[in-house]
């Protein structure tokens, strides 16, 4: 499972600043207000870690698992009808379409950093182009890569699966109950 090293930066960077304002908060104001401040900020730092860190794609020879914030799906590949990389991996079939947070899209200067081996693992053929998310180097297009090729062999079990993510709900609603509890 594969992630963009960014959402780990910003998640660590979140915590460590969290950190910070927690022991401002407690140990520099009123005891209430310290722990009104306290509960904000561990809110905040749930929803950074709901968003930038909890996401992610678990992909075998049978189904792919995708985690996303508040929802996890799990697809047997015979499901998936089509895949895409325009703004992240995006799956669809007779479930509808799924994007996957876990796998965004690189900037459109990724281009510039592209391999010959990235085009042979591709295909393509000298002046065919691609776009930079289905490239095999990034998140978005290896994911990509590899259910197509899982696709192409046949014979996975087709069906979909949807449920609550509750890891990424209670670390934003636990938070969110704590600061209304601290603002009685």
Known sequence: MKRPSSSYVIAITALLLAALASIQSLFYSTQEAGLQ???????LTGIVFTYY????????????????PFVRHEIGLGAIEAVDTRFALKVSG????????????PSRLRHRSHTREDFRTLGLKEGQEVRPSDLPSTISGSYALQIRRAIEKGGQPSYHRRRVNLLGVLSIALPAVGVLVSQL
Request: charged share 15%; no cysteine; glycine share 6%.
């Open 37 to 43: 401040g306290f509960a904000i900020i561990l809110l």
């Open 53 to 68: 860190v909890f996401p992610s794609i678990d992909l075998d020879d049978q189904r792919v698992v995708i985690n996303n």
């Open 94 to 105: 007779d479930f509808g379409t799924i994007s996957a947070w876990a796998a965004p899209a």
